[in-house]
């Protein structure tokens, strides 16, 4: 049986009559309207009268069903021929997108291939796929208006308990697990702008440790010493910029940690997957997954130095801040100098900003400790920070891996012992930019974080594998007795 909606509209469009709840055919004036103008007021009339249908839209099924019949009432009541759109149907599941899901973005969302989508402005979008898939893409389709932008990236927001508005025009949140949004709006950017926004999902194409190594991102011998630190008590920290692939190098480094090693992580979005299951379903390692949750009530709030206070309390192997960007970081250094193995990452161009980031971030705490003092903590509660960086032609490398060693006269004195060393760099026949290079072992580890390594159960062969050639744990011991405290023995 014809649907009566379908019905009336297939009506309206041949020849201007509609079928009332008597059966009787009856002049009817039609309205013809662009869909931009039928959308906005639909969504206007739906919000003011119907907010409780709408609010549960996105979560409950039975809330769809009704919104979906309300906009099918308010096409009919009110005459609406779509200019731009003769199928009924059509029309309605389009409202219904933009209104219930997130519009012209959705299928990008769950599109698995793409890496991030940017909003500059409601009339300019754009998607970023890998360099095997594209790369970047310049949609044609737009917003319909910027209010229609500002309302889409809302919902966004919403998902994540974030409120974005006039009084809080700037703000980070989470769609679902994996996916990020990066939002700003009015008074923060222009209105007629609408709202500039970034999208970052979590590649749903497992990101493996033999991909890392397939595609020169990494060597073996730089993953082994990362790992091997790691599981020895050697607290790391990750660098780069946005898009490096900082997150997803940790948790290839996290997968090879023991399954008997309790690990905690804390990240404002779900990215991180460690759960190890075995073929019938059984969980084989002990990972606790945890996610901020902001509130506008700061009672309320769970925040990354709320989660890593707690951590501490749950007797953790490993815990994994994904990202300090705040007063947790001085949590962070104090539970690494504390015997704690910690693993997270910063934003920051190179190794030895990294330590410099880290610094500022403790400032906010006001740690009651001069610069030398404090900076000389953070080196020793991360020893061995990694740099990541995402090159021109997109490929994304271990640029070095550093051991911080200590701060004189102003600046952070450190060992480089892993370098990437750019070679050559060339357009192929597909008129893409190709860089080529190679990893190179540059130093090796200071004889005091070979003995804790040590110390921390890694083997002696292990050890000398980036150690200087002859050390021993037994010519350390001696020297420290001596009183020679010099890192770089």
Known sequence: MANVHDYLYEMSKQN?????????????????????????FIRKEISTNHAQELSEVISDEAGQIVLKNLIKQYINKNNFMCVDIENFEQLVNKIFED??????????????????????????????????????????ETFTSPQQAVDIVQKMCACGGIRLDESQ???????????RCSAIMYPS?????????????????????????????AIEEELNLISTCINCGVSVGYTGGTGSGKTADMGIVLRDIPHDKRIYTIEDSRELDLIAIDDYGKVMNRVVHTVTRPHED?????DAELLLKEALRQHPDIIVPAEMRGAEAWTAVNAGLTGHTIVTS???????????????????????????????????????????????DGSRKIMSIVEGIDYNNGKVRYKTLFRFQKTRQYINDNGALCIEGEHKRIGCITDILALKLYENGADEETILKYARVG???????AALERGDSNNDI
């Open 189 to 217: 950017v222009d209105r007629e702008t609408g709202v500039s926004a970034s999208i970052r999902r979590q590649k749903k194409r497992a990101i493996t440790r033999e991909k890392l190594l397939d595609e020169n991102s």
């Open 471 to 477: 050390w021993t744990a037994e010519e350390t011991y």
């Open 99 to 140: 209104m219930a899901g997130f519009g012209l973005l959705t299928q990008y969302i769950y599109d698995k291939d793409v890496e991030e989508i940017n909003i500059t402005a409601w009339n300019n979008i754009e998607v970023l796929y890998p360099k095997d898939k594209g790369g970047l893409k310049k949609l044609d």
């Open 346 to 392: 910063v934003h920051a161009n190179s190794a030895e900003e990294a330590y410099e980031r880290i610094f500022m971030l403790c400032l906010e705490k006001n740690a009651n400790l001069t610069e030398k003092m404090l900076m000389t903590q953070i080196i020793k509660a991360f020893p061995i920070m990694v740099f990541k960086k995402q090159l021109a």
């Open 298 to 302: 700061s009672k309320s709030n769970v």
């Open 169 to 179: 025009p700037v703000k980070d949140s989470y769609i679902f697990k994996g996916t």
């Open 16 to 40: 201007g009559y509609k079928n009332n709840d008597d059966n009787y055919l009856t002049d009817r004036k039609i309205v013809k309207k662009e869909y931009a103008d039928i959308l906005e």
